[in-house]
């Protein structure tokens, strides 16, 4: 292994180590905030190996220029891939509140109809904008399902407000778990949980 970091390929194996230990940082930092102890601590034991192989080839090699350049690169790069990572593992809960103009169409219950029948809870609400009273839907998904959310609530009218937040906590209602229409009564719990993120039992179905 020395002689593969003393050459000029050395650099690239820095370059790709880098890479690994930062996407990890980035991924176990995420983690960390959102409550995920276990998965956190796992992570950071395996970003410490490859960090310390990698810092240490470094600074062994600080006379080439190419091993600088591999080190801070991958740096950058592994910023960038942490962050593409946590965008595609989805992690968490997201709020999705949409907020229709309440016309004779009702498209805000034809809305929340077509979200239930794809298993989702929702919460319907009138409330009264600057002109006129408007249909507010509430709903609760994984960051999973978001993109779904959104499509099925443009397809009723592409013109509603939408805005979606971040859930630290949740207790009681029906939240649709992942790759199932079927509707779970949640029970107190502060997510994420370290075993599972939705903890509840199955009450009815749809």
């Known amino acids: 292994m020395e002689a593969w970091f003393a050459s000029p390929w050395g650099a690239?194996?820095?370059f790709g180590l880098r890479i690994v230990d930062v996407s990890m940082s980035m991924i176990r930092m995420i983690l960390a905030v959102r409550g995920y102890r276990g998965r956190a601590a796992v992570i950071g034991f395996f970003e410490v190996l490859v960090w310390l192989m990698a810092v240490g080839q470094a600074?062994?090699?600080?006379?080439?220029v190419w091993h600088v350049l591999g080190y801070a690169a991958g740096f950058a790069t592994g910023n960038?891939?942490?962050?593409?990572?946590?965008?595609?593992f989805a992690i968490g809960l997201r709020v999705v509140r949409a907020i229709f103009r309440n016309g004779t169409e009702r498209r805000g219950a034809l809305a929340a109809q077509l979200l239930r029948e794809r298993g989702f809870?929702?919460?319907e609400v009138q409330g009264r904008g600057r002109e006129d009273v408007v249909e507010i839907l509430d709903l609760i998904v994984e960051r999973r399902h978001v993109p779904e959310v959104v499509q099925l609530l443009?397809?009723?009218d592409p013109n509603v407000f939408i805005s979606i937040e971040e859930v630290r906590?949740?207790?009681g209602g029906y939240v649709r778990p992942g790759g199932r229409k079927l509707p779970f009564l949640t029970r107190l719990q502060t997510l994420p949980s370290r075993s599972r993120?939705?903890?509840?039992?199955?009450?009815?179905r749809r």
Request: glycine share 8%; net charge positive; charged share 15%.
């Open 59 to 64: 600074l062994q090699h600080l006379h080439s």
């Open 154 to 156: 443009r397809q009723v």
């Open 169 to 171: 906590a949740i207790q």
């Open 80 to 88: 960038y891939v942490g962050v593409w990572l946590e965008e595609r």
């Open 12 to 14: 690239l194996l820095i």
């Open 197 to 204: 993120m939705l903890l509840g039992w199955l009450v009815r």
């Open 121 to 123: 809870g929702v919460t």
